[in-house]
């Protein structure tokens, strides 16, 4: 009885008023008494042996038939004020959507996610053991992640009174570097209006009336990495064991199962759960669906210019973009040009709507392209601001400084108060949940402007104060290799040469070095890096490589994290003592003949951590040239590389929808390969490629090129039924190219 009372007075201990005595404990044979100040007034809580209690004020007393019922009551938690809140804040928020959002978890089949995840944070276990249920939701940026929790808060916070399931306490990262989860807790709270202080969520959390949901668990991260995110979080575990549930969100290649398991030690494998719901893009016939009951007509939705959006993989199948796709602008630009990046694409197509929205006397004195650099410039700065300060909103006045700066020397000086006025109804914008503050509509925005003033300020040899000190994570790094692709190619030179010099320059007391290795490894995948650039003596949180690589020295570097899903690295030189924690890689990905072999190798449907199993797995994915006797696995990869294969392979890997025979790099190391010609009519008459030249686009008409399903070609070793007759051809014609240059080079010698 002693204990049992104990652990009652320790969880009412944080609801006791601060700077008074902890909660004093009388027992005897039938029951137990415990006192202690609320709100002023002495409570007198009675605890029967049958569990029921009797709370005792100067005012009143009142019977509860448990502790949980006396926590979610009024006086304590008021949990049904707490509903109350969150439906009038949810109801109108501007996240949630009409899109179906479906996932599954490991081993099962896809189902709707909202009644999926609500089924998963149910603890099993509470009425057994001593418990907590851990539920992990992962999944790429946009895909709906922040969206499905927003849902399932209101569903729940709607249906509170009548079905009593567990409320969520929705936390979301605010884009700090050094993050407290306990501020965090403190500032939703503060936005819900209701009396529950962080230090009571634990307790309300153990007793099963409330879920903590931490969204973009990945983005906490402190100078040293994650250390003390994971710790928090272990602490949460041990104070949430009981009937308690947590919900970790992030994306799927920081926050797979088995880091879980590794990094929360706190968790018991006898007595704990852990669950893994992965989101899915939404299926091409539901997107078209939705586009079609939101402006898409049936011709635009059967248009060549539109296919590629609804092939597997495609951004266009994540929520967010799906949503913009809708948008009135992005509909009249889409009958017009072709997409490549639908990121770029959909930043293009608002920069030139909101273009048009400054007023007949702005535009009558300023050029369209003043209009649109004034937003880019402010955009830029605004995301670099927020970077620099650690933060995700930024205040009205603020803003409103910022678009001075951006105004300065792009528009006439009487019309810069004009801007700063527009400044805060940008559509790139949107409310915090801070009254007077602005934050970006999506962290992909955010990603795109900050992407771009990274390169710009590097091509000019600054070294902007966000690169000094902040992880690049992996969604900023992929969205700075698309920026990468669509810049000028004289920024683009600047930024590498510039890039190059100050990786020589400068030393490792903070994060420059290694940050602007990983800008210059994404770049790397894009467009040619420089030979004189050598990345050497770094320890690399996030990397990411993607498409065909080109030449990159890479030397005593350790990388905790490495993606290469859909890359080549063969021409990727890594010398002495380099390490890599974790590989995230695809049946896309090529290895080069001298590579470090990983701790573990995160795959789409299995995680390697044996080293003997790696070591096969590696062995597979390299194109041995030696003379030594290899597998027949090794060999037949070696197809990959010989004659038009090796073409093939980096057709395949390229990510933009369309190919354009323009000046853009990455294409031109497609569309200059002397044997384009020869794979380009293959493919035609295959029907595998699909050649337009009657779109316009800006800069002089040229041809566009699109590779129907080309995550298939990635499969030539065992290509689906109707690809054999193709790859057979493009075999054929290899054969006749190692002949015929074999025949040069015999007359050569002779």
């Known amino acids: 009885m002693t204990s049992d009372l104990q652990e009652i007075a320790d969880d009412l201990s944080p609801f006791a008023d601060l700077g008074t005595e902890a909660p004093t404990i009388i027992s005897n044979a039938n029951n137990g008494v415990i006192r202690f100040i609320k709100d002023g007034d002495p409570v007198e809580l009675i605890v029967h042996t049958d569990g029921a209690l009797f709370e005792r004020t100067i005012e009143q007393e009142k019977k509860f038939v448990d502790l949980r019922s006396l926590l979610a009551s009024p006086s304590y938690a008021d949990l049904g004020r707490w509903a109350d809140s969150q439906v009038i804040r949810l109801s109108s928020h501007s996240a949630l959507t009409t899109i179906p959002l479906f996932g599954q978890s490991r081993g099962s089949d896809e189902q709707s996610a909202e009644a999926a995840l609500d089924q998963l944070l149910f603890n099993e276990k509470a009425s057994k053991d001593n418990s907590v249920n851990v539920v992990l939701l992962d999944g790429p940026a946009g895909i709906g992640k922040t969206t499905l929790i927003r849902s399932l808060s209101l569903a729940r916070a709607k249906s509170y009174r009548q079905n009593r399931k567990p409320l969520l306490l929705h936390v979301e990262s605010r884009g700090r570097v050094l993050q407290n989860i306990l501020d965090l807790m403190a500032f939703s709270l503060q936005n819900l209006r209701v009396k529950v202080t962080y230090d009571q969520i634990p307790t309300l959390i153990k007793h099963g009336l409330i879920v903590l949901a931490i969204d973009g668990f990945d983005e906490l991260g402190d100078p040293n990495g994650y250390d003390l995110a994971w710790a928090q979080v272990n602490s949460l575990v041990e104070k949430s064991r009981g009937a308690g549930n947590i919900l970790l969100s992030g994306r799927e290649t920081f926050i797979s199962p088995e880091r879980l398991s590794a990094a929360l030690t706190s968790l018991r494998s006898q007595s704990d759960s852990l669950h893994a719901f992965t989101l899915q893009h939404t299926a091409p016939n539901v997107a078209t669906r939705w586009l079609k009951e939101n402006g898409w007509s049936d011709e635009m939705l059967k248009s060549e210019i539109s296919a590629p959006l609804f092939e597997s993989g495609s951004y266009a199948l994540r929520p967010f973009f799906l949503t913009h796709l809708a948008r009135e602008e992005t509909i009249a630009r889409l009958q017009n040009e072709k997409i490549d990046d639908l990121l770029t694409f959909l930043m293009i197509a608002m920069i030139e709507r909101e273009a048009t929205k400054f007023g007949s006397d702005v535009e009558a004195i300023t050029t369209p392209d003043q209009r649109k650099q004034f937003i880019q410039n402010l955009m830029e700065e605004t995301a670099r601001d927020l970077a620099e300060n650690q933060t995700e909103a930024i205040s009205g006045e603020y803003l409103s400084w910022l678009a001075e700066i951006a105004a300065t020397d792009t528009v006439p000086t009487p019309l810069v108060g004009v801007l700063k006025n527009r400044a805060s109804v940008i559509a790139f914008l949107t409310e915090d949940d801070r009254r007077g503050y602005r934050r970006f509509i999506h962290g992909q925005v955010l990603n795109y402007f ?44 600047a930024f590498l040469t510039s890039a190059g010099d100050q990786l020589q320059a400068l030393g490792n007391h903070d994060r420059s070095r290694a940050n602007i290795a990983v800008l210059i490894m994404a770049a790397a995948s894009v467009h040619t890096v420089p030979e004189s650039i050598k990345i050497f003596d770094l320890s690399i949180d996030d990397a990411y490589l993607s498409e065909t690589v080109s030449s990159l020295k890479l030397g005593n570097v350790s990388i905790a994290q490495l993606d290469v899903r859909n890359a080549d690295l063969t021409k990727i030189s890594f010398r002495s003592k380099s390490h890599i924690l974790t590989l995230i890689a695809d049946d896309s990905t090529a290895i080069p003949d001298v590579f470090p072999h990983p701790l573990i190798v995160q795959l789409p449907e299995r995680t390697l951590t044996n080293p003997e199993h790696i070591a096969d797995w590696i062995a597979e994915k390299q194109v041995k040239n030696s003379g030594v006797k290899i597998s027949l696995e090794q060999a037949l990869s070696g197809i990959l590389k010989f004659g038009l294969f090796d073409l093939l392979g980096r057709l395949s890997r390229y990510k933009p929808f369309w190919i354009r025979d323009g000046d853009e790099k990455s294409a031109r190391r497609i569309l200059d390969d002397p044997h384009w010609e020869k794979l380009r009519d293959i493919m035609l008459r295959h029907d595998v490629l699909v050649e337009r030249t009657d779109v316009a686009a800006s800069g002089p008409r040229a041809p566009f090129y699109h590779v129907r399903n080309r995550q298939t070609l990635s499969r030539v070793l065992n290509p689906p039924h109707h690809l054999k007759p193709f790859i057979e051809e493009v075999f054929s014609e290899s054969i006749k190219i190692f002949n015929s240059e074999k025949n040069l080079e015999d007359e050569g010698l002779e």
């Open 450 to 493: 900050l992407a771009s003033a990274a390169i710009n300020s590097l091509a000019e040899g600054e070294v902007p104060k966000f690169v000094r000190r902040n992880i690049l994570g992996m969604e900023f790094l992929q969205n700075f290799s698309e920026v990468v692709r669509h810049k000028p190619e004289h920024v683009v030179e």
